[in-house]
Structure formats: structure tokens, C-alpha cells
């Protein structure tokens, strides 16, 4: 253990954890986010991203795998009293054993591999949260590469999209974009790989579509779609056909669906 420390009021340093919580400005500027939830903190050390400090709730006998977290993060330890963590943990009547603060990762797209079976996703300006955190648990799940969030979006850092991926933020490098041209230029660098829009208008269905090769898969925002750039970018845009009375799917069940089908595809070796 790096040290300890302890925060029983209200004082500058919870004051400053606490707009971790709410206010994106000062995340970004601190660089730092929360991490609660049992999975999502195992993952995080798991996968070695840095934390910059462990929050454990004071005077509480902590279980093995709270021991554990505080013996393997290598971070600086703070005691905080249980009804201030209860408000970091955001479980008002049952306090976390800990909560994590973590540093940001670089936005950088270099942190994404594009290889010969690179499968790569963009979400342009989701406004959700939680559909971000959703998809990006979806791209862990079928093997995609790494997620790019463009435009005018939600914060990949929200407690609630850290939260919805359950963990998969820190084993799927996800990189903030706010140009669409950024991402374009990056891909551009590495020939070959197809860049597929998901629409639902699109002129082929998805899995008519041949996604067995290097692939680049858009997932557009919830209400409007992909922006025209992005739709003037693609080489294609596929649809995901559907029965019922639905016109459309939420923006990450339709990533899901897409991510899904390119698995199986690449499962049985198409192309």
C-alpha cells in the first residue's frame, strides 16, 4: 500500500471527488473519474489502469476481495467515513466497501490496433450515457478491437456509462474523437479496412454484407442517425432487417446485433 490517509467531512479533497460524480468540466480538467461496483474495480486493477487512489470505507471490516483490491492497486489508500463514500458509491442506504479514482486514459487512437482482423467501432454523438457504458460491454463481448466516441457527445466517464459497461472500459480502449476527419485520416493510414454504416435504410442487409475483413463498424446517434459526413464516409450502409411494430432498435442493441453478426461471420470463416 501506498499510504493512508483519511476524510471523515465535508472538506476540499471529498468536495473535489464529489464533482467527479456530476460535472464534466472538472472531470476532464482533473483527469480523473470514479469507479464503483465489484466488477467494475476488479477489472480496473485487473487490467492495470492507473488509479490514483482507493476509497475504503472507514471503521468497516472489508471482505477478501476488498483486501485483496487494496493490497494489488498499489494506489494511495483513504479511510472515508461511511455516509460520505455512501454518497460517492451512490448507494445511500447500503455504503461500498470502496469506491476507485482513476486517471483518464490518453484520447488517442494509436491505443487501437488495426490489423488484418481489425473490427473497430465509432458512436457518433451518443447522448446517452448509458447506451455508451452498453456498448462498449457489447464490444468486449464479441471481440471488437476498440470503441471511437465522435462529435457532440455524452462523457465516456460518466458514472453511469462506467457503471453500464460493467468493467469493459478498461479492457476495450475507447477513444474520445471530435472530429469525424481525425478518425477518417487514422483509418485511412491502414488500407483495406471497410468502413460499414448501420441504417435503417441502408442498401444491404447486414448480414448479406461481407464483414469477415478488416472492418469498421458506425453506430449512429439515438435520435438522429449518423451525421452525413460519417454517411458520406462509408463504403456501405446496412440495415439490421426487423419484424413487429418497432421502426428501430436502441443504438446499442443495434451495435450489439452488428457486432454479433460480424463474430459469427468471422466464425465460420466467410469470405
Sequence with gaps: MAGRSYVGRRNATFQHWETLLSNRKKRQRAGEFLVQGVRPITLAVRAGWPLVSVLRQEGRRLSDWA???VDEAGAPVVDVAPELIAELGERPEEPPELVAVAAMAADELSRIEVGPAFLGAVFDRPTNPGNIGALIRSADAFGVGGVVVTGHAADVYDPQAVRASTGS???????????????????????????????????????AHDLTGPTLLLVGNETAGLSQA??????????????????SLNAANAATVAFYEARVQRGRGRG
Design 230 to 247: 460519417w454517411r458520406e464516409a462509408c463504403d456501405v450502409l446496412a440495415r439490421i432487417p426487423m419484424g413487429g411494430t418497432a421502426s
Design 67 to 69: 483486501r485483496g483490491i
Design 169 to 207: 472500459l478498461f479492457a476495450v480502449p475507447t477513444v474520445r474523437v471530435a472530429s469525424h476527419a481525425r478518425v477518417l485520416d487514422w483509418i485511412r493510414a491502414h488500407p483495406g479496412v471497410t468502413i460499414v454504416g448501420t441504417d435503417e435504410a441502408g442498401s444491404v442487409e447486414l448480414a
